[in-house]
T-cell receptor, first 114, second 111 residues
Framework: ETGVTQTPRHLVMGMTNKKSLKCEQH?????MYWYKQSAKKPLELMFV???????ENNSVPSRFSPECPNSSHLFLHLHTLQPEDSALYLC?????????????FGPGTRLTVT | GENVEQHPSTLSVQEGDSAVIKCTYS??????FPWYKQELGKRPQLIID?????GEKKDQRIAVTLNKTAKHFSLHITETQPEDSAVYFC??????????FGTGTRLQVFP
């Protein structure tokens, strides 16, 4: 699959587990994002990375820990989550130029916290 | 911070009719307004966007209008087709990175 890929696509975890979500972009972009999509709520921006540097942390609880080792990979480390954290987690990437600001989304990871 | 409101939450139209979705934003500094389409079980995809220095932009059957004074922008889809059925999200941002999304509009086009 080209573009933006995410693994796993589905994840069920207990509140005491530790897991990680992975995102990879094959588009040569230099910015990457994590979003949370819950039912009947808007897409919520969680984190923004530009050139591997975190530029935005949208008041996200510390039980979500992002990591961006290079401009192609983005991780979201999860620990001691709550049931209300169950949602679709979307990764996106973009090329920050003066003419295009389109964000390309991955297929998402459907997370269920039991 | 920025707040984006989107209406209606659901919209049903007959094939061939027009559909209009409206959004309002709160931060007058916002200067970038994209619209994303998300089909069932798929990822959101950009369909059209507008910068604050432009009042209207059109791409085939899709158009977006922006009223900076009133702080609202709208998506217009003409000659709707069944494949237009999806959830549409508007968004606003000041620096193009921090997109604040609306709650989405579920559009159903009936044949």
């Amino acid at each position: 699959e080209t573009g933006v890929t995410q693994t796993p696509r589905h994840l069920v975890m207990g509140m005491t587990n530790k897991k990680s979500l992975k995102c990879e972009q094959h588009l040569g972009h230099n910015a990457m994002y994590w979003y949370k999509q819950s039912a009947k709520k808007p897409l919520e921006l969680m984190f923004v990375y530009n050139f591997k540097e975190q530029t935005e942390n949208n008041s996200v609880p510390s039980r979500f820990s992002p990591e961006c080792p290079n401009s192609s990979h983005l991780f979201l480390h999860l620990h001691t989550l709550q049931p209300e954290d169950s949602a679709l987690y979307l990764c996106a990437s973009s090329l920050r130029t003066g003419s295009s600001y389109e964000q390309y989304f991955g297929p998402g990871t459907r997370l269920t916290v039991t | 911070g920025e707040n984006v409101e989107q209406h209606p939450s659901t919209l049903s139209v007959q094939e061939g009719d027009s559909a209009v979705i409206k959004c309002t934003y709160s931060d007058s500094a916002s200067n970038y307004f994209p619209w994303y389409k998300q089909e069932l079980g798929k990822r959101p995809q950009l369909i059209i966007d507008i910068r604050s220095n432009v009042g209207e932009k059109k791409d085939q059957r899709i158009a977006v209008t922006l009223n900076k004074t009133a702080k609202h922008f709208s998506l217009h889809i003409t000659e709707t087709q069944p494949e237009d059925s999806a959830v549409y999200f508007c968004a606003a941002s000041v620096n193009t990175d921090k997109l604040i999304f609306g709650t989405g509009t579920r559009l159903q086009v009936f044949p």
